[in-house]
T-cell receptor, first 111, second 115 residues
C-alpha cells in the first residue's frame, strides 16, 4: 500500500484542549489535503495546502507542511465534542489527481 | 442538496451475485473518482474519470470490477461475482479541475456487505 502514515492512531482530549495530528508521506506531492470522517459516513474536506505553502489557517484549524521532511500536521484549537471523528491526510501528486490517504487518527473529545 | 449523492447507501448481497452502485457528482464537476474503504483504514483509490474518459485504474480494480461514466455525468461501479473480500465502503468523489490541484468532494458512500 502507498498510504501515508498518521500519528497518533488515536487521541483522547478534553473539550477546550488543542489536538495535533501528524502525517508523514513517502513520495513527492503537489498538495496535501485533510479530511474528517464521522463514524460510518463520508469524508468532509477540511483544508488543502499546496506544496509551495508552509502554513494555512481555516477557523480553528492550522495546517503546516514541511516538504523537506515529507510531513504535515493538523492542529485543532479549542476542541469541541463535535470534533470527535477520524481525521485523514491525503496526498495529491503532480502526475495524477488521485489521492493517497493516510491511515487516519481517531480523535475523541470528551465534554 | 447539491452535493455528491450515492445510491444505494447500503447493499447486502450473497457471494457470487453482481452488484451495481451509482454516483451522481456535483453538477458541472468534470472529474469523478471511486475509492474503497475497509474498516479502520483510509480510503484507497480505485479509478477516476474526466468527463466520460476513464483516465486511471488501480491495480486493486480486478477484472470483476467495471466502472462507467456515460455522457460524463453520473457514474456506475459494477462488481461481478462478488466475494466476501469485496465487503467495504465504496466512496465516490467529484472535483472541478481548472488548473492545478482542486478539492475532491465526497459522497456519503455505499456500504457493501457480502455474505
Amino acid at each position: 500500500s502507498q498510504q501515508g502514515e498518521e500519528d497518533p492512531q488515536a487521541l483522547s482530549i478534553q473539550e477546550g484542549e488543542n489536538a495535533t495530528m501528524n502525517c508523514s508521506y513517502k513520495t513527492s506531492i503537489n498538495n496535501l489535503q485533510w479530511y474528517r470522517q464521522n463514524s460510518g459516513r463520508g469524508l468532509v474536506h477540511l483544508i488543502l495546502i499546496r506544496s509551495n505553502e508552509r502554513e494555512k489557517h481555516s477557523g480553528r484549524l492550522r495546517v503546516t507542511l514541511d516538504t523537506s521532511k515529507k510531513s504535515s500536521s493538523l492542529l485543532i484549537t479549542a476542541s469541541r465534542a463535535a470534533d470527535t471523528a477520524s481525521y485523514f491526510c491525503a496526498m495529491g501528486s503532480y502526475n495524477t489527481d488521485k489521492l493517497i490517504f493516510g491511515t487516519g487518527t481517531r480523535l475523541q473529545v470528551f465534554p | 442538496d447539491t452535493g455528491v449523492s450515492q445510491d444505494p447507501r447500503h447493499k447486502i448481497t450473497k457471494r457470487g451475485q453482481n452488484v451495481t452502485f451509482r454516483c451522481d457528482p456535483i453538477s458541472e464537476h468534470n472529474r469523478l473518482y471511486w475509492y474503497r474503504q475497509t474498516l479502520g483504514q483510509g480510503p484507497e483509490f480505485l479509478t477516476y474519470f474526466q468527463n466520460e474518459a476513464q483516465l486511471e485504474k488501480s491495480r486493486l480494480l480486478s477484472d470483476r470490477f467495471s466502472a462507467e461514466r456515460p455522457k460524463g455525468s453520473f457514474s456506475t461501479l459494477e462488481i461481478q461475482r462478488t466475494e466476501q473480500g469485496d465487503s467495504a465502503m465504496y466512496l465516490c468523489a467529484s472535483s472541478l479541475i481548472l488548473a492545478g490541484a482542486d478539492t475532491q468532494y465526497f459522497g456519503p458512500g455505499t456500504r457493501l456487505t457480502v455474505l
